[in-house]
């Protein structure tokens, strides 16, 4: 909270009768790479944006992001073309982003004007996380898949929200260097170098053999463990080839929990 204030996020202003206000909560979440490795604890304050109303406290809303056909058709360009494949991050990218309506939100637990003092709320200066309008004012602009061609030089890019895919010829890195440098200038970014994990999917690239690996093995290995399942022997088909299913009688019918933890499971 310190530092949402220290950014001017918000302002603490005096409750009125009749207010409407969005709630809040913290979220704790645990980074990790490819391998499973913690690398970073991350505590970030969201609002529950699905309690405001269209019309009122947004206009419309839009978030950048590529399709998987896209990413993966990218990446297979970049492959066989031997191009060079970087990964970006906005840092912070919505609390860059300056609200163009009056908003107020609620303090959250654990805030010392949380739900305990009922005389304050926060008024919304910048954007923050779940605020449905919250992508869209943060990056600026619509489309998700650009190219970029300048003296003769060219580049490519994908973005996912705040993730960003740069691709390139390395003889046209002067380019890219501009482009990072000028984007810098707009959003706060971190260049986490050649892309090897990006939305939880793992990429293994082999550039003299001109292929790009792409697993999920980390994803597979999340649900094993959370069903209890890591001492199962893999198999070819998920289930004994040749057996005869028939209709299970009302009586062992799963229930509603039953059904949605199978359905989860496959």
């Known amino acids: 909270m310190e530092g949402l204030h220290e950014k001017g996020v918000f302002t603490k202003v005096r409750r009125v009768p009749g207010m409407c206000t969005i709630p809040t909560r913290f979220v704790f979440k645990i980074k990790t790479d490819q391998y499973g490795n913690v690398t970073k604890y991350k505590a970030r304050l969201v609002t529950k944006g699905f309690v405001q109303q269209k019309g009122t406290d ?6 950048p992001t590529s399709s998987a056909v896209a990413i993966r058709a990218a990446i297979a360009i970049a492959t066989a073309y031997y191009l060079e494949i970087e990964h970006l991050d906005v840092t912070q990218a919505f609390l860059n982003a300056e609200i163009d309506q009056l908003l107020h939100v609620e303090p959250p637990d654990g805030d010392e004007d949380g739900p305990s003092s009922r005389d304050f709320v926060y008024k919304l200066n910048y954007a923050l996380y779940c605020l449905i309008q919250a992508p869209m004012l943060a990056i600026g602009y619509e489309g998700s898949t650009f190219t970029l061609q300048k003296d003769g030089m060219r580049l490519i890019l994908v973005t996912y929200v705040d993730d960003l895919q740069l691709i390139y010829d390395k ?76 209709k299970a009688p009302p009586d062992e019918l799963l229930n509603d929990a039953e059904a949605k933890l199978f359905r989860e499971q496959l």
Do not use: M
């Open 58 to 63: 947004f206009t419309e809303s839009y978030a």
């Open 171 to 246: 003889k046209d890195s002067k380019l890219s260097d501009w482009f990072k440098e000028e984007f810098g200038k707009q959003f706060k970014i971190t260049n986490e170098g050649d892309l090897s994990w990006h939305l939880g999917v793992h990429y293994i690239r082999d550039r003299e053999n001109k292929t790009t690996f792409c697993t999920q093995a980390r994803y597979v290995d999340t649900l094993l463990e959370k069903y209890g399942y890591t001492d199962l022997k893999p198999r070819d088909t998920p289930a004994v080839a040749g057996e005869q299913l028939t």
